[in-house]
């Protein structure tokens, strides 16, 4: 077994089963810091190049209290009434979301 697929199982062993799918993003920064360690920073730089080549997920994803998401929904009806939005698709629609 070549090291790279060593490693590849490692970080499927290192995952086990803490969400996610099994080569979704979480696995996928596992990988990218097992790589890293073991194999360099030129290794890891071409695997984050790969990733962003292939659209591979490798960051957590962001998690937004309650609050925060009011604000960044508020803010998005604020962005969409500015630049005509509800004249061009109705009022209505903007009123559902609010």
Known sequence: MNEVVLLHE???ALHGRSGGT???RHYSRILLEI????LGKAARS???KWYKAKGVKYT???VFSEETRARMRAR???MAIQNGWE???GQQILQQVR
């Open 10 to 12: 490692l970080a499927h």
């Open 22 to 24: 099994s080569h979704g």
């Open 35 to 38: 790589v890293g360690h073991q």
């Open 46 to 48: 071409s695997l984050i």
């Open 60 to 62: 957590p994803r962001p």
């Open 76 to 78: 998005g009806i604020e």
């Open 87 to 89: 004249k061009r698709h």
